[in-house]
């Protein structure tokens, strides 16, 4: 503890807060060196945290904020070289690195809940990352099929939207979606039928409990994906299906501009 007022639930929202404003200094053109520093100490702290968090002891969320600390720092890749001047061999392994501590921060997230208080979000955000992690040459296979049958079970019936009424629950179609577009090869037709549901999930839904916070958690998402496979595409490390990749980013950047006039 930092002090006998601060909880552990506090830490880990600090940590989280403190990594989202560190990387988002570091996507700045204009960043000063001491500014660099700063914020990848920031960084560092802020993983020391949720490693000890964890150590204390695991759940669900700890291990969530961990998979989202990985994601959002595995997009520092993406940004200028004053962020990370390294050969592009080194960033590609810093993005790769990154990811796959993200998805299997997640797959862990996923084990401690029951079947009948998934994290869906979690699995979302597990089995999208192996998706991303093949793109980058990563070999999980076994562990990807595993999840893609987790993700099955966790597709809503029209009776599951009509008993349940969080707002996360009800547009938990359109992340199904959006997870959807990128594990599987796509024809033009299926995408903008795809995209179409999305958004007309979102339209639907988002009187009812739509908010500039969770806009931007949706929105950040789709930035993550359209950060992290544009800068696949940058990289010549290892061959790639780049007319899937490019397809997928179109349509993602299509969404992004949709999505922004419902928000």
Known sequence: LIDGQTTLESMLRLANIQTKTAIK????????????????????????????????????????????HFKRKALICNFNDKAISNSDEAKFDFAKNSIETSLKAYQKA????????????????????ETIYHFYGGDRKVTLKNVRKKIELIRPTTEDQKEHGSFWFHILPAALEIHDLLYKERSTSERKLMMKNIIKIYKKNWSKGGSHRKAENILGQIEFLIGILSKRLDFSVTKIDESRIENIVKTLKELRYQLNIIF
Do not use: P
């Open 25 to 68: 200094k570091l996507r700045e053109s204009s960043i000063k060196e001491n500014e660099i520093l700063l914020a990848w100490k920031e960084i560092n702290e802020s993983e020391t945290i949720i490693e000890n968090l964890i150590q204390i002891g695991e759940n669900s969320r700890r291990y969530s904020t961990k998979g989202g």
């Open 110 to 129: 996923c084990d401690f809940v029951s079947d009948e208080q998934r994290d869906y979000y979690a699995i979302i955000n597990w089995s999208t990352l």
